[in-house]
């Protein structure tokens, strides 16, 4: 079992960066693929992005490829989202996630944190 918190949210400005952190628990951090969803006012739960424990392969929703980057270290059972040129549609509550699993899918994680808020100004 991994618990997961994150760390890194705020408020900035359109076209601003953050970088999310997910700090995760556990001997076996680096045997789950880590991903970060987002839930906007209203809406559900949707992916960001992912990476694969055993390839390190990542996997991006089209709105955030280009902007985000989803890397992970392991000697520090951390998984980050580097999120550069913000937009207000960015805006949501973010989550991270873990699954044993060796696919960086879209779906189907087993463990989440308690969400971190990311709130981007016009």
């Known amino acids: 079992q991994v618990q997961l918190v994150e760390s890194g949210g705020g408020l900035v400005q359109a076209g601003g960066s953050l970088r999310l952190s997910c700090a995760a628990s556990?001997?076996?951090?680096?045997?789950?693929?880590m991903a970060w969803f987002r839930q906007a006012p209203g809406k559900e739960r949707e992916f960001v992005a992912a990476?694969?424990?055993?390839?390190?392969?990542?996997n991006y929703d089209d709105s955030v490829k280009g902007r985000f980057t989803i890397s992970r270290d392991n000697a520090k059972n951390t998984v980050y989202l580097q999120m550069n040129s913000l937009k207000p549609e960015d805006t949501a509550v973010y989550y991270c996630?873990?699954?044993?699993?060796?696919?960086?899918?879209?779906?189907?994680?087993?463990?989440w944190g308690q969400g971190t808020q990311v709130t981007v100004s016009s």
């Open positions: 996630a873990a699954d044993p699993s060796v696919v960086a899918r879209t779906f189907g994680y087993d463990y």
């Open positions: 990476i694969s424990w055993m390839t390190y392969s990542t």
């Open positions: 556990g001997r076996t951090f680096s045997r789950y693929t």
